[in-house]
């Protein structure tokens, strides 16, 4: 079982994957705002409807962070780009910690910190680039939780996925049958024997 999981388990591969999925944040970005963008013909963008209203793609500008929060009005002396420049930048070397003191054979949280530095990583990389982050995946959920889902993108997705990979992998592991070298449960295994 642990040799099917190898390639899950390199460094190598969790840096690909986040090379990947900044080049596919950007790129879908890019294309989010050639196309989506308001012209005279849509004045006010234009909607792509994928799943009717349930899902399309509309242009919007996050200035925040997630959910369109201001956590840079805690420090209000600093300009935006670099206060998430700093919070970035702690981010990064926080996450880095983080995947190193992991064991290597808990793939799935590795590769849930490495979904969660591409998402983050993209993200900073549209306030460096154009001061906002691009939005353009609207979802519509049941009306007993909001009216519609705060719009997002592919490096939201990517955080989002890593944190549940992060805090659902000790379950997964379980349904899988599947314990992590050098994880406690198998230390514990081995003193029984």
Same mark, same amino acid.
């Given at each position: %079982? ?8 390199? @460094? ?14 950007? *790129?879908?970005?890019? @294309? ?27 242009? +919007?500008?996050?200035?925040?962070? +997630? ?10 002396? #600093? ?5 998430? #420049? #700093? ?16 064991k290597r054979g808990d793939f799935l949280v590795r590769s849930g910190i490495a979904m969660i530095m591409s998402g983050a990583l993209g993200n900073f990389a549209d306030? %460096?680039? #154009? ?13 007993? %939780? %909001? ?7 592919? *490096? ?29 449960? !198998? ?5 029984? !024997?």
């Amino acid at each position: %079982m642990n040799e099917k999981f190898r390639l899950l388990k390199s @460094w190598k591969f969790h840096l690909a994957f986040i090379f990947v999925s900044i080049f596919i944040d950007q *790129a879908t970005k890019i @294309w989010a705002v050639a196309y989506l963008s308001p012209t005279f013909e849509n004045p006010l963008g234009r909607i792509v409807h994928v799943i009717g209203e349930l899902l399309q793609f509309r242009l +919007a500008y996050n200035y925040g962070a +997630a959910f369109s929060s201001r956590p840079q009005d805690i420090l209000p002396f #600093l300009p935006p780009t670099i206060f998430f #420049l #700093l919070i970035s930048i702690i981010a990064t070397f926080v996450l880095i910690y983080f995947y190193r003191s992991v064991k290597r054979g808990d793939f799935l949280v590795r590769s849930g910190i490495a979904m969660i530095m591409s998402g983050a990583l993209g993200n900073f990389a549209d306030r %460096m680039r #154009l001061g906002k982050v691009v939005d353009f995946i609207d979802c519509d959920f049941p009306d007993f %939780m %909001m009216a519609r889902w705060p719009t997002f993108n592919f *490096a939201d997705c990517c955080v989002t996925v890593g944190v549940a990979l992060v805090i659902l992998s000790p379950v997964i592991y379980k349904l899988m049958q599947y314990t992590p070298e050098g994880s406690h449960d !198998k230390e514990k295994c081995s003193d029984k !024997k």
